[in-house]
């Protein structure tokens, strides 16, 4: 029988969730609300002047290559950055998993990327891959490949994809540390019984019963993805070189703080906030329907 929380003061819940309520509205609900009104508005740097254009800076933003190009920068940020993040995570809790020794200590030392910020996370894989004084990088030459992310827009956009999915495979590895533990060891040792061995043992039960834990996953990691990885862009390439790693959530900055166009960055972040929105609905309602969450 489930018992359910009572409360003798009736105002007692609402004073509870009040604190959540009110940051809530204040860094999250107010922002959005007011990116929204900015985005029909036409004005200056400094807030004095103001003079409402209706749909002219969407027009505008539709008709600009340069919107384009960051867009499906981001779209190739995000799908490369979940999946190195998604699967590297899963290798690894495989991997820790299957340790006799050292399996805490494992854990432990996985779980330390994720305490860093993205700039300084960007920060230390450019020192490592500069290709005048990274360390990496100086091997990576060595093998004969030119590599250059200062100069080169295809290197550069690797650079930032890898330091991206460096930050985020802690993240993915904890839950799928835990969801792997959640599998039943029963069935994995009739399956071992009947002649399945570990390979098959993982795609034909481990991996479908992990399709809750992946479908969360890829939306977290997708919104990761778009907005999180401005740090890092910045700490590594601020968007260069010639522009080749201006996501869309980094030309939001430099058209907002850089140019001062505060309504086109206002246009920008509520075509990002719209599309983000989309992706998880699109995530939800198609997706989910192929997410088996055990029997019911």
Same mark, same amino acid.
């Given at each position: ?15 509870? %969730? &009040? ?41 505008? %933003?539709?008709? $600009?290559?340069?919107? =384009?190009? +960051?867009?499906?920068? $981001?779209?190739? /940020? ?15 809790? *495989? /991997? *820790? ?7 805490? %200590? @494992?854990?432990?030392?996985?779980? =330390?990327?994720? &305490? %860093?910020?993205?700039?300084? +996370?960007?920060? /230390? ?33 690797? /650079?930032?994809?890898?330091?991206? +999915? ?11 540390? +835990? ?12 399956? $071992?019984?009947?002649? &399945? ?5 993982? =795609? ?39 522009? @080749? ?13 850089? &140019? ?20 998880? =609905? ?8 192929? *997410? ?5």
């Amino acid at each position: 029988m489930i018992k359910k929380a009572r409360f003798d003061n009736p105002t007692l819940p609402y004073l509870l %969730l &009040a604190p959540q309520l009110l940051i809530t509205l204040l860094f999250f609900i107010y922002p959005a609300f007011e990116a929204v009104r900015q985005a029909f508005f036409l004005s200056d740097p400094y807030g004095a002047f103001a003079k409402f254009v209706g749909l002219d800076n969407f027009l505008v %933003l539709l008709g $600009s290559a340069d919107f =384009w190009a +960051s867009l499906w920068r $981001s779209i190739v /940020l995000g799908s490369a950055t979940a999946f190195l993040a998604m699967s590297s995570g899963l290798l690894l809790a *495989v /991997l *820790v998993l299957r340790l006799a020794v050292g399996r805490k %200590l @494992a854990q432990s030392l996985l779980l =330390w990327p994720y &305490a %860093l910020a993205p700039a300084v +996370s960007g920060v /230390l894989w450019l020192f490592l891959f500069h290709p005048t004084y990274g360390a990496l990088g100086y091997l990576v030459t060595q093998m004969g490949i030119d590599w250059n992310p200062v100069l080169k827009g295809s290197h550069a956009m690797l /650079l930032v994809i890898m330091a991206s +999915s460096w930050k985020q495979i802690s993240y993915n590895f904890v839950f799928f540390l +835990s969801a792997l533990q959640a599998v039943p060891a029963s069935v994995l040792e009739a399956a $071992s019984l009947d002649g &399945a061995g570990p390979i098959k043992r993982f =795609w034909i039960i481990t991996f479908p019963l992990l399709s809750p834990t992946i479908f969360f996953l890829a939306t977290m990691n997708m919104v990761y993805a778009l907005f999180d990885t401005f740090g890092t862009i910045h700490a590594t390439t601020e968007g260069g070189p010639g522009g @080749a790693t201006k996501t869309l959530v980094y030309k939001v900055y430099t058209d907002g703080f850089v &140019a001062q166009d505060l309504g086109m960055s206002a246009a920008e972040s509520v075509v990002l906030m719209f599309m983000t929105i989309l992706l998880t =609905w699109v995530q939800f309602s198609r997706f989910e329907k192929k *997410v088996s969450y055990g029997a019911k």
